[in-house]
């Protein structure tokens, strides 16, 4: 027995299935790659924001947001509507 009261099998034993469903975990995800990726990766992105000079906003579902500290502003020059083309993050001073 160790300390904690267990024989030496029954530890390896625990051990064993703990990293046998680790095993069926990681299949899993494997398996179902395909389904989850692009979700987090979409979710990261979407997360971290754009930065200045970057494209943000305009007229669509999905629209990239500025990262904090950064404003969407219309692009120096542009003539279409802000509203639906967007524009580019600027710093927020």
């Not at 975990?25 to 692009?38: E, M, N, R, T």
């Not at 494209?55 to 692009?75: F, I, L, S, T, V």
């Amino acid at each position: 027995m160790n300390m904690h009261g267990m024989t030496a099998p029954k530890l390896i034993r625990i051990i064993r299935l703990v990293l046998f469903a680790l095993i069926i975990i990681g299949i899993g995800l494997l398996f179902s790659q395909a389904y989850w990726v692009p979700k987090l990766v979409e979710r990261i992105i979407t997360y971290q924001g754009v930065y200045a000079g970057e494209a943000c906003g305009g007229n669509k579902k999905d629209a990239m947001k500025c990262a904090a500290g950064y404003r969407c502003e219309p692009a120096p020059g542009a003539r279409l509507p802000f509203g639906d083309v967007g524009g580019i993050c600027m710093d927020d001073q």
